[in-house]
Structures are given as structure tokens and as C-alpha cells.
């Protein structure tokens, strides 16, 4: 994965300096489709490298040791999106959960994330975010406002949709960024 000195939490309050990308600045009630939408453009940027020659291998490339392939952004949104939903389950019937936390570049090696289909990946990845979206949904600002922690950072309900749309977003432009355009 890229290396950024950037702590992926902030985006519930800023600008990501990444990305550009300004989800504190999304309102609430947006935040359901803006995720489903998101999981459409991943579907719509996988099928595309699909369709042209080489897609496959090309969804497969990592350009550089330090960077992943596009498959392995998809495969680490698609759970993001799915440890966020849990996340938010657990922090609306829990007081003040504690998630613990993860290691995405381990995940990605256990899981091969490589090696999986992309038309599934994005499948996954649409249902992971039509279950976030779902939940979402009919959150009152009570709700939104739930505290939990993830290895001593505080999270909200709220912020932890935004961090998941944040995710989303920005991985697909690293995606995009590491697939090359197909040739006219």
C-alpha cells in the first residue's frame, strides 16, 4: 500500500491531503448514497480493465514493491467497508466499544488478495457498502454520535461512514492511478 503519513481517521474531520477528497464536508443524509455510488464506480473501473486486453494482468500489477495492484485496492476497500459495518452494528448496541485494530498489508497477504476474481471482489464490495448504506440510512443524530475506539482513537457512528466512503474514494483513484489506459 502507499505510505502516508496520513491518518486514514482524520478524514472524519478534514480534508484528506492525499486525495483532496472532503468527506467531514458530506451531509449526513448523503452519506448512504454517496457510499453506494462509490461501490458502482469500482465495479464500473473493474469491468472496464476487464473488457480490454490484458485487464486481468493488468488488475493484478503491482507497479512498485511499495504500492499494490489495483485488485488489492479493491479487495482492501471491499473490507474496510465490511469491518466498518460491523463497526458501526457493534458501536450501536455496545457503549463505548473498543474495535481493536488491523493490519491491512497482512490481510492483503493472508487473504491473496491477488489471486481473487475481480468481478466477485466487486460484487463483495457492493454488497459490503449496500449493508453500510443500510445502516446508515435511518440513523437518528443520537445514533450518528456513538462513541467507539479503535486502538485509542475515538470514532462515531458518523465518522466511521466517512472514513469508509473516504476509503473508498480514494482507493480508486490509487487504482486507477496503477492500471494503465487502454490502448485505442
Given amino acids: 500500500m502507499r ?3 496520513f491518518d486514514p481517521g482524520d478524514v472524519q474531520h478534514q480534508a484528506c491531503p492525499g486525495c483532496g477528497h472532503d468527506i ?8 448512504a448514497p454517496a457510499l453506494v455510488e ?9 469491468g472496464a480493465v476487464l473488457d480490454y486486453p490484458g485487464g ?7 507497479p512498485g514493491a511499495d504500492e499494490w495492484s489495483a485488485i488489492e ?3 482492501h476497500v471491499r473490507d474496510v467497508l465490511a469491518m466498518c459495518a460491523r463497526r458501526v452494528e457493534i458501536t450501536l448496541l455496545v457503549d463505548d466499544p473498543e474495535y481493536g485494530g488491523w493490519d491491512p498489508d497482512a490481510l492483503a497477504a493472508d487473504e ?3 489471486d481473487q ?12 457498502a449496500m449493508e453500510l448504506a443500510r445502516l446508515a440510512q435511518p440513523l437518528p443524530a ?6 467507539g475506539t479503535a486502538l485509542g482513537k475515538p470514532f462515531t457512528v458518523d465518522g466511521l461512514l466517512r472514513v469508509a466512503l473516504h476509503e473508498a474514494l480514494h482507493h480508486l483513484a490509487d487504482a486507477r492511478s496503477v492500471v494503465p489506459a487502454p490502448s485505442a
Fill in 38 to 46: 462509490a461501490a458502482r464506480r469500482w465495479a464500473a473501473f473493474i
Fill in 117 to 128: 476474481d475481480p468481478l466477485a471482489v466487486a460484487d463483495d464490495l457492493g454488497a459490503a
Fill in 73 to 75: 485496492y479493491a479487495c
Fill in 3 to 5: 505510505v502516508t503519513e
Fill in 56 to 62: 486481468g494482468a493488468d488488475l493484478r500489477a503491482r
Fill in 142 to 147: 443520537s445514533a450518528r454520535a456513538r462513541r
Fill in 112 to 114: 491473496h488478495y491477488t
Fill in 24 to 31: 467531514s464536508a458530506c451531509p449526513p443524509p448523503d452519506l
